[in-house]
């Protein structure tokens, strides 16, 4: 049982444009998600966050809109560049958990062409 | 900067062999946490730990165990190597809710490729 889904497994962009990654989640009690960025060989690492009393978090490129009615959440990545060529996975917790367990969607590989 | 550090980045056992995956962060996390990563399937949390002597089964604990005697250093095991445990292990630590000032994301490891043959 998928709670996080990420339906596109890969996805390409030209440099310049915008990249738009998807994540979808069954669990309403989810209300703070993240977004990981992992490169081959290396461990992922954090990208921006959200909480579910935002609709939208900016950090420079990076945006992250929360749609908590649909469920959704998304990654636009405006302009795209080659070194953002990795697999991207979204994560999902309950902030009442206190563990912060998250859980983790399959990834969304981005390629970037120049 | 936080620092997760794994014992080994490859890693090649044999079958029936017992498999030690070692984790060590420095930055007084209380959460730590044992991922395997395997395409199409993500990120699977195995055992997590909030605190000294303390675990809790993720949603694959089958096969693994884990130990857990200093703050710092969370070690994965696996008693018995298998075929199917062929893979990308991921270590990660996390400030305990009680000391975050808001940010709540986990830290990860280089991670450690284990083939078991």
């Known amino acids: 049982d998928q709670q996080v889904k990420q339906n596109s497994p890969s996805l390409s962009v030209q440099e310049g444009r915008i990249s738009i990654l998807n994540c979808d989640y069954t669990n309403s009690m989810f209300d703070y998600f993240l977004w990981y960025k992992k490169y081959p060989a290396e461990g992922p690492t954090f990208l921006i966050s959200i909480s579910s009393i935002k609709d939208k978090n900016e950090d420079g490129r990076f945006t992250v809109f929360l749609n908590k009615s649909a469920k959704h959440l998304s990654l636009h990545i405006v302009p795209s560049q080659p070194g953002d060529s990795a697999v991207y996975f979204c994560?999902?917790?309950?902030?009442?958990?206190?563990?912060?367990?998250?859980?983790f969607g399959t990834g969304t590989r981005l390629k970037v062409l120049a | 900067d936080v620092k997760v550090t794994q014992s080994s980045r490859y890693l090649v056992k044999r079958t029936g062999e017992k498999v030690f995956l070692e984790c060590v962060q420095d930055?007084?996390?209380?959460?730590m946490f044992w991922y395997r990563q395997d395409p199409g399937l993500g990120l699977r949390l195995i055992y997590f730990?909030?605190?000294?002597?303390?675990?809790e089964k993720g949603d694959i604990p089958e096969g693994y165990s884990v130990s857990r005697e200093k703050k710092e250093r969370f070690s994965l095991i696996l008693e018995s190597a298998s075929t199917n445990q062929t893979s990308m292990y991921l270590c990660?630590?996390?400030?305990?809710?009680?000391?975050?000032?808001?940010?709540?994301?986990?830290?990860f490891g280089p991670g450690t490729r284990l083939t078991v043959l």
């Open positions: 730990s909030y605190d000294v002597k303390m675990k």
């Open positions: 994560a999902a917790s309950p902030y009442t958990s206190g563990t912060y367990k998250y859980i």
């Open positions: 930055m007084d996390h209380e959460n």
């Open positions: 990660a630590s996390s400030l305990s809710v009680l000391r975050t000032s808001g940010r709540m994301e986990q830290f």
